[in-house]
């Protein structure tokens, strides 16, 4: 595996942009290991009030593909510091869950972003083999928590950057919005134009069916985006 280096903290770095994907490892014991596959000086990023450790790891398999069978991916993470030794003794992280949050790095916490806290629906996944385990390494092959044997996922056309709600109507006749075979669940009393812009009147209120200006201007916390961000090209 490539090894992602500790970043030290006398040396600056960049700031974040783009996607950033954070993993926690539940123990039976109830403590959590967190950790992300971003980078910073600090050594560390804040994601709704909990944090994860900048840490030598390597996450593979995690897109999804419309076709074949279900995904099967490891990660990889380094064990130089014993935080795995006792599970080397015992095999008591097998069976356990792993989650993956995938959220952009603005909605982290300052500094490395805007404490936005909005993210891609969390994923769920269970340890389902110890593939490797000694002092230097632990390689986890996971299986999602809910099977999808012999199923295709989703039963939807995967499109990467468009959500697929279907977006509430303003009614002019009747004065308010018509939710009939709406999908997306938002009902709040902000509005917001099709190029993202707060809007005074509620007939101006269009989705862009986007990320950054559609779902992003309206919803704090877990986003309902029904978009792929993670699809393969």
């Not at 006792?86 to 916490?109: N, P």
């Not at 295709?152 to 990467?160: A, G, T």
């Not at 917001?192 to 862009?208: E, K, L, M, R, Y």
Request: hydrophobic share 40%; with cysteine; proline share 8%.
């Amino acid at each position: 595996m490539s090894i992602v280096k500790i970043p030290r903290k006398d040396v600056g770095a960049p700031r974040l942009a783009g996607l950033v994907a954070l993993f926690s490892i539940h123990l039976p014991d109830k403590t959590i290991l967190r950790f992300t596959t971003a980078e910073v000086a600090a050594g560390h990023v804040v994601f709704d009030g909990a944090r994860y450790l900048c840490f030598p790891l390597a996450a593979k398999g995690f897109r999804w593909t419309a076709d074949g069978p279900p995904a099967r991916p490891t990660l990889e993470v380094s064990n130089i510091l014993g935080l795995f030794d006792q599970a080397i003794q015992t095999d008591e992280m097998r069976g356990c869950e792993v989650r993956r949050v995938l959220t952009l790095a603005s909605e982290l916490a300052p500094p490395d972003g805007e404490d936005g806290r909005g993210c891609f629906p969390p994923e769920s996944w269970v340890i389902e083999r110890l593939a490797r385990l000694d002092d230097r390494v632990l390689r986890i092959e996971l299986a999602a928590a809910a099977s999808l044997e012999n199923r295709r996922f989703p039963d939807r056309v995967m499109l990467r950057n468009l959500c697929q709600h279907r977006y509430r109507r303003w009614d002019a006749g009747r004065q308010r919005f018509d939710y009939d075979g709406v999908t997306c669940p938002y009902v709040g009393k902000s509005y917001f134009s099709q190029a993202g812009t707060p809007v005074a009147n509620p007939d101006d209120d269009h989705c862009s069916l986007t990320l950054q200006t559609g779902c992003k201007k309206r919803f704090k916390g877990p986003l309902p985006f029904m978009g792929f961000p993670g699809v393969t090209r």
